[in-house]
């Protein structure tokens, strides 16, 4: 991987190489699911547009089945979005449920996971979930039993916010894919490195967080993107639409985790 890649013509022609390298072509030989089974896990009262971007992405980028974790009051709403969209209403925020009943919950969403996790390629952790402790104390388990699946992961959005307060989800785990904001970044910085954002000496500082964190991979969004996996960073300075509107992150994770499933079939390695 190029240490530094800058935007221009040989930057463009060298992008469509790797991508025609990493996407399985069309065959009629395959079947439903082997072009890669992705499952979104978030999405709660307030917010049920991000995991529905994060989702929907993946499809159009190329997926075959794209599934949806999300509380008992998202689910209708996502359902509504999208007839492609598998949804699964089976989370439960504090405010439904009686202290007495959140061990039974608990061990309910952990059993009903179980089922599906050997069929996903790839998990999208934190579009629309929301900060609820019962909640995210749930997904927690759920990241566990996908670290011991080998089951990739993205992390996004509030998925970030559980990490940031709970590093051992993902420290170690080199399948674990973040993909924090400025703001995001900045907490995590200051958590894992107990230290401020540096811009002048930014992949540097990049390279020691992957580190700290135990070698996961870590895209830095901004005017230009840096990724490193704690060995190598690049940057990606090809400039997108200036508007940073809400949803543009959902749809980078969704995309994020088929591309991570290609990868892996192609024994590619970011």
């Known amino acids: 991987m190029q240490s530094v890649m800058s935007s221009g013509p040989s930057l463009e022609a060298d992008s469509i190489s790797i991508l025609r390298s990493i996407?399985?072509?069309?065959?009629?030989t395959k079947h439903k699911g082997q072009a890669g089974k992705i499952a979104v896990v978030g999405g709660c009262r307030e917010y049920t547009g991000a995991p529905y971007f994060s989702a929907i992405s993946a499809l159009k980028i190329g997926a075959d089945l794209s599934h949806v974790f999300c509380t008992k009051d998202a689910a209708p709403v996502i359902k509504s979005y999208s007839p492609e969209l598998i949804v699964h209403p089976i989370l439960e925020e504090s405010y439904s449920i009686r202290d007495e009943e959140k061990s039974l919950i608990s061990a309910k969403v952990i059993a009903e996971v179980e089922k599906w996790m050997d069929r996903f390629d790839c998990l999208v952790v934190g579009p629309g979930l929301g900060r609820d402790p019962f909640l995210l104390d749930c997904v927690s388990n759920i990241m566990k039993h996908a670290r011991d699946c080998n089951v990739p992961m993205v992390i996004d959005g509030d998925g970030l916010y559980l990490v940031t307060n709970c590093l051992d989800l993902v420290s170690g785990y080199p399948l674990a894919v973040?993909?924090?904001?400025?703001?995001?970044?900045?907490?995590?910085?200051q958590k894992v490195l107990n230290s401020e954002v540096n811009d002048q000496n930014g992949t540097d500082q990049l390279l020691s967080?992957?580190?700290?964190?135990?070698?996961?991979?870590?895209?830095?969004?901004?005017?230009?993107?840096?990724?490193?996996?704690?060995?190598?960073a690049c940057a990606v300075s090809i400039y997108g639409s200036?508007?940073?509107?809400?949803?543009q992150g959902d749809i980078l994770s969704g995309r994020f985790s088929i591309h991570i499933y290609y990868r892996r079939m192609c024994l590619f390695v970011l």
Not at 23 to 28: A, M
Not at 178 to 189: A, D, S, W
């Open 23 to 28: 996407i399985p072509g069309l065959e009629s």
């Open 178 to 189: 973040l993909t924090p904001n400025v703001n995001e970044y900045k907490r995590l910085v």
């Open 209 to 232: 967080l992957a580190k700290g964190i135990g070698g996961v991979t870590i895209l830095r969004k901004g005017k230009s993107d840096f990724v490193s996996d704690g060995k190598t």
């Open 242 to 247: 200036p508007r940073r509107c809400g949803g």
